[in-house]
């Protein structure tokens, strides 16, 4: 379950959470914010790399330009989220719904996608080499200029 304290914190100000992450107290695996609530916050440029975010409500938020490679967003709600150039590099998004959000850039390289739901949403230019898609639902996504190299699962449809 999510600390309030950091979910706070998060929310106030996302160059103070950086520089606690960046800490030499602060290991990168070890934040729990499952199940927060960070619906519609501007969390642009946040550091949120290793961190537990399983099941948060992150409809609407601006993740544009983070870190979230290695993290957990198991069952996350991310339906449209500002995601463009984001790092989800080895990320768990199994069963995260992704559905309209913008992805454009991002980088999704090794990424664990399935059965998440990316109905609608925009992975234009997104690079997704290595990315597991088994059984995600992928309805009218854009893939233009996309990099599917080696991703395995489902393939979306030729435009």
Do not use: C
């Amino acid at each position: 379950m999510a600390d309030e304290k950091l979910v706070t914190m998060l929310k106030y100000s996302v160059t103070a959470w950086n520089k606690s992450r960046a800490s030499r107290f602060s290991r990168m695996g070890d934040t729990d914010l499952s199940g927060a609530d960070l619906k519609w916050a501007d969390l642009k440029y946040a550091n949120l790399a290793g961190v537990d975010l399983s099941n948060a409500d992150l409809t609407g938020v601006n993740l544009s330009e983070a870190n979230l490679s290695e993290a957990d967003l198991t069952g996350a709600d991310l339906s449209g989220a500002d995601l463009r150039q984001t790092n989800f590099t080895g990320t768990n998004l199994t069963q995260a719904n992704l559905s309209g959000a913008d992805l454009r850039q991002a980088d999704l390289t090794g990424a664990e996608l399935s059965q998440a739901i990316l109905e609608k949403a925009d992975l234009m230019g997104a690079q997704l080499t290595g990315a597991h898609l088994m059984g995600a639902h992928l309805a009218g996504a854009i893939f233009s200029s996309a990099d599917l190299m080696k991703a395995r699962g489902a393939k979306p449809k030729p435009e």
